[in-house]
């Protein structure tokens, strides 16, 4: 949806009527309905609306206070995210321990290579706090003591900071629908195999275990079943015989960080949409985007035999034939 039009999300327990209200609400301060959609997962309902606020007769904060007084009398969190001035994108990285893709899109924001603002950087440990000071980002840390992350606070701050896109640098959490649901296909992940393959943790290990010869990385958009988001960008690399878990890691972190900074600048320049699960380039011709494996691999690959079934067939006829004449 155009960045023009107001964005509306309502989570919590399913119930019907919602819908009917929020709508009047809307109709009645002159606020017009562009975009709907909704879903229920796992007893959880999310709507997502996308409207017009141009002629509406009220302010942006008495909107903000009546929706939350009306979500709180139905039992549901309802956020409005009114267009922002600023043409340049908000990004907030989360992150837990490892520190290689965090670094990564650092360096690529500092070089100018993101056309974006990396405003926060959000971890479930304060591990990583000193890296972002380096780059001069506020960091939060949202963990306990044994790292279990408050959603509330995390939504709070994705407000505070009117963050646009979501990249999960090695965020080793998984995220509930009530965020999952805010953030519809604004929410990227790098994991460490190639998906659907191994997903969940140890993947690393998982390939190992799996006797595969070819392991990977995949950056794709998160959904509410884990690791099973549209991909967006891979990468493989040969395992060796022998190879430890450590020796994957070490291969395969630089490719996470490539992996992921690759699919984010797709998803900030709109050079991809989603069609039945599938990513697609809207404008294949016109990027040098790697999506997948390097192009010289195709050149490596046999173009021969194949099955041909179709001439060999119709070989096989045009023979009988001219045996019956």
Known sequence: ??????????????????????????????????????????????????????????????????????????????RVRFPENNETQSIAVLVTKESHCLEALLEAWDDGELDANIDVVIGNHDTLEPLAAEYGIPFHDIGDEKG?????????????????????????????????????????????SLLPAFPGASAYMQAIEGGVRIAGVTAHYVTTDLDQGPIITQRAFNVPD????AELQERGQPLEAEALIEAIKLHLNDEITVHRGRTRLREPNQTNAQLGAPKAMDRQNPSSPTDGLDDVFASAEDTLADADD
Not at 17 to 25: K, L, W
Not at 242 to 245: C, G, L, S
């Open 1 to 78: 949806m155009t960045s023009e039009l107001t964005e509306i999300t309502a989570v919590g327990d399913d119930d019907t009527g919602i819908i009917a209200e929020i709508t009047s609400f809307l109709f009645e301060r002159g606020i017009n309905i562009e975009d709907l959609d909704q879903a229920v997962r796992e007893g959880t309902f999310r709507m997502t609306m996308h409207v017009d606020t141009s002629d509406m007769v009220t302010t942006q904060t008495k909107v903000r206070e009546d929706l939350k007084e009306l979500g709180d009398d139905n039992g549901v969190d309802i």
């Open 148 to 192: 279990t992350p408050d959603e509330d606070q995390l939504l709070d701050l994705l407000d505070e900071y009117s963050i646009d896109l979501l990249a999960l640098a090695r965020y080793i959490r998984i995220l509930s629908p009530e965020v999952v649901f805010r953030y519809d296909s604004r929410i990227i992940n790098v994991h460490p």
């Open 242 to 245: 022998d190879t430890t878990e």
